[in-house]
């Protein structure tokens, strides 16, 4: 028997984590519509979900995903550890 693995609740608000997820709409492996589907049900349960589609992306990291990316986690440690924030090597890029 296989578990669940989407929530059936709304997590507790002190459990709550934000969730990030980009997708190329051209990606042929992994098809947009299935995670369009899974946002929706976790927005659905009130969980925090920002979710960005690049338009003519297949199955890659773009360079726009990855700043956008850098750009989330930047905000995370201005959030959660301020004193961190800004100090890495500002390469952008894999």
């Given amino acids: 028997e296989t578990p669940e693995l989407m929530p059936a ?3 507790a608000p002190e459990r709550r984590v934000p969730i990030r997820a980009v997708h190329g709409v051209e990606d042929a492996v992994i098809p947009v519509g299935p995670t ?3 946002v929706e049900r976790l ?3 009130e969980w925090d979900v920002e ?3 690049f338009e003519a992306v297949g199955h890659v990291v773009s360079r726009e995903m990855n700043i956008t990316f850098e750009t989330w986690l930047e905000e995370a ?3 959660q550890a301020p004193a961190l924030a800004g100090r890495g090597p500002r390469v952008i890029g894999p």
Avoid: G, N, S
Wanted: no cysteine.
């Fill in 43 to 45: 927005r659905a349960l």
């Fill in 36 to 38: 369009r589907d899974v």
């Fill in 9 to 11: 609740l709304p997590a």
């Fill in 51 to 53: 979710f960005l589609e």
């Fill in 77 to 79: 440690l201005l959030e």
